[in-house]
């Protein structure tokens, strides 16, 4: 069975061989630049597959060539790396052509010819993606860097945040201004105002992301004080953020309710004013 597929192999080569001598005239040398895709095969290489001279095979093709039946491109390479190593001219040719020069030298090597082919195509095989699949690449690709973007933006606002607070926090005032209120005013007034418990108070004032910002800090001017500061906190601002603090709390009973910033639940007596 091997036989007779070889055998037919060899049919099909004379056949196209037959067919290039009713071709018109062709060039001995590839005029035109071969495709970036085309895959070529050396005489070096066709020596090497056959067992015999390079030079054999380089005058076989250029008499193949001579009588129009295949076209070569010759390239110099290196003969063998490491020392002694001189350059070779070669002679290439596409996979159609190098069925002929076979033929013609030894027949009989058809089938390794055919492996020769199969294996240099499935190393040349790269999956090209489709246009669905790289207009979802590129989607992703700008995703992400938007992704980043905004990523970065926040741990920039938080620094600049931070920054301000540090700043605040080194203005040292002589007396507490008359529209400030330091954190025990406020455990008070919030508590009357909304009823919430100190711990509730103190978690607003110091964790949540739209906590007041200090107004400075004041010297504690009390004999017993050793010159220690606390923070002090604008009115207003402290008024806004309990109002918003209050209006973004869930009701769970008539006096329990729930928060995202709070763990668990906790008592509150009324919404507030704005």
Same mark, same amino acid.
């Given at each position: 069975?091997?036989?007779?597929?070889?055998?037919?192999?060899?049919? +099909?080569?004379? !056949?196209?061989?037959?067919?290039?001598?009713?071709?018109?005239?062709?060039?001995? @040398? !590839?005029? +035109?630049?071969?495709?970036?895709? +085309?895959?070529? /095969?050396?005489?070096?290489?066709?020596?090497?597959?056959?067992?015999?001279?390079?030079?054999?095979?380089?005058?076989?093709?250029?008499?193949?060539?001579?009588?129009?039946?295949?076209?070569?491109?010759?390239?110099?390479?290196? =003969?063998?790396?490491?020392?002694?190593?001189?350059?070779? #001219?070669?002679?290439?040719?596409?996979?159609?052509?190098?069925?002929?020069?076979?033929?013609?030298?030894?027949?009989?090597?058809?089938?390794?010819?055919?492996?020769?082919?199969?294996?240099?195509?499935?190393? !040349?095989?790269?999956?090209?993606?489709? +246009?669905?699949?790289?207009?979802?690449?590129?989607?992703?690709?700008?995703?992400?860097?938007?992704?980043?973007?905004? %990523?970065?933006?926040?741990?920039?606002?938080?620094?600049?945040?931070?920054?301000?607070?540090? %700043?605040?926090?080194? =203005?040292?005032?002589?007396?507490?201004?008359?529209?400030? %209120?330091?954190?025990?005013?406020?455990?008070?007034?919030?508590?009357?105002?909304?009823?919430? =418990?100190?711990?509730?108070?103190? %978690?607003?004032?110091?964790?949540?992301?739209?906590?007041?910002?200090?107004?400075?800090?004041?010297?504690?001017?009390?004999?017993?004080?050793?010159?220690?500061?606390?923070?002090?906190?604008? !009115?207003?601002?402290?008024?806004?953020?309990?109002?918003?603090?209050?209006?973004?709390?869930?009701?769970?009973?008539?006096?329990?309710?729930?928060?995202? @910033?709070? #763990?668990?639940? @906790?008592? /509150?007596?009324?919404?507030?004013? #704005?």
């Amino acid at each position: 069975m091997a036989a007779l597929g070889a055998g037919t192999k060899h049919e +099909t080569i004379a !056949q196209k061989v037959s067919d290039v001598q009713e071709q018109p005239n062709l060039p001995l @040398f !590839q005029s +035109t630049p071969l495709a970036a895709d +085309t895959l070529l /095969m050396s005489s070096r290489e066709i020596a090497e597959l056959l067992d015999v001279r390079h030079d054999s095979v380089k005058r076989t093709m250029e008499r193949l060539a001579q009588k129009q039946l295949v076209r070569f491109t010759p390239l110099v390479e290196t =003969s063998h790396s490491g020392a002694g190593a001189r350059s070779v #001219e070669v002679y290439r040719v596409d996979e159609r052509d190098s069925y002929v020069v076979v033929a013609q030298l030894s027949p009989e090597f058809t089938a390794r010819l055919v492996d020769f082919w199969q294996s240099h195509k499935s190393q !040349q095989i790269v999956k090209v993606p489709t +246009t669905a699949e790289a207009f979802a690449h590129a989607f992703q690709m700008i995703a992400n860097a938007e992704r980043t973007q905004l %990523e970065q933006a926040r741990a920039l606002q938080r620094l600049e945040e931070k920054v301000d607070r540090v %700043e605040l926090a080194q =203005s040292v005032l002589r007396a507490r201004p008359g529209n400030a %209120e330091a954190i025990s005013h406020i455990r008070i007034r919030i508590g009357i105002q909304h009823g919430l =418990s100190v711990n509730v108070i103190d %978690e607003v004032m110091r964790q949540s992301p739209y906590a007041p910002k200090p107004a400075g800090m004041v010297r504690n001017d009390h004999v017993d004080a050793d010159g220690s500061l606390y923070a002090v906190y604008w !009115q207003k601002d402290v008024t806004a953020t309990f109002n918003r603090f209050v209006k973004e709390c869930v009701s769970v009973t008539a006096f329990m309710f729930t928060h995202p @910033f709070i #763990e668990g639940r @906790f008592r /509150m007596t009324g919404k507030g004013s #704005e």
